[in-house]
T-cell receptor
């Protein structure tokens, strides 16, 4: 079991460039999440997908789009990167059997720098 | 809306000393509460969680936390720190019926020999 995998591990972009962060889980989980982690701010939810075919905005969705490609995969797209999007991005998944109680399992993160 | 406050961005202890990391929550309904740990250059992993039942919750690596409704607190403790406990610790809350977690800003634990 690989758990939650993310690609790439590191990325440097120029302002205005676009890119897609990939996330996949092999635990047959229903729910998936994208967070960003910034120093002194903890983790903030960007988007989540409660189940295959649904996506919803989190706390900081501006400048991002997501796609729940299938039950395993949940991608995050930056259409026009800005320096404010420099951050570490984490994908997570949970089984979602009883809402609110689930353990979320995290990937290793993608460190993104926007110049 | 629910929120959590972690007092102290950094906590330093000596190896063998008591570890106490503080977390207070704000929620309009009895919450579900979590502690996650992040080792350097890794993702987060669950230490322990409170959902229902016993208010003293035991987790991995000798950590435990007690849910105190009257104090709106969920502090994390470990009787004796090890060097391997050096990491960043995050408290998180979710409202009953929702999937989303709200994280605190984190506390970095430093353990000296």
């Amino acid at each position: 079991n690989a758990g939650v995998t993310q690609t790439p591990k590191f990325q440097v972009l120029k302002t205005g460039q676009s890119m897609t962060l990939q996330c996949a889980q092999d635990m047959n989980h229903n729910s998936m999440y994208w967070y960003r982690q910034d120093p002194g701010m903890g983790l903030r939810l960007i988007y989540y997908s409660a189940s295959e075919g649904t996506t919803d905005k989190g706390e900081v969705p501006n400048g991002y789009n997501v796609s729940r490609l299938n039950k395993r995969e949940f991608s995050l797209r930056l259409e026009s990167a800005a320096p404010s999007q420099t951050s570490v991005y984490f994908c997570a998944s949970s089984e979602a059997v009883v809402q609110g109680t689930d353990t979320q399992y995290f990937g290793p993160g993608t460190r993104l720098t926007v110049l | 809306a629910q929120s959590v406050t972690q007092l102290g961005s950094h906590v330093s202890v000596s190896e063998g000393a008591l570890v106490l990391l503080r977390c207070n929550y704000s929620s309009s309904v009895p919450p579900y509460l979590f502690w996650y740990v992040q080792y350097p250059n890794q993702g987060l992993q669950l230490l322990l969680k409170y959902t229902t039942g016993a208010t003293l919750v035991k987790g991995i690596n000798g950590f435990e936390a007690e849910f105190k409704k009257s104090e709106t607190s969920f502090h994390l403790t470990k009787p004796s720190a090890h060097m391997s406990d050096a990491a960043e610790y995050f408290c998180a809350v979710s409202d009953r019926g929702f999937q989303k977690l709200v994280f605190g800003t984190g506390t970095r634990l430093l353990v000296s020999p």
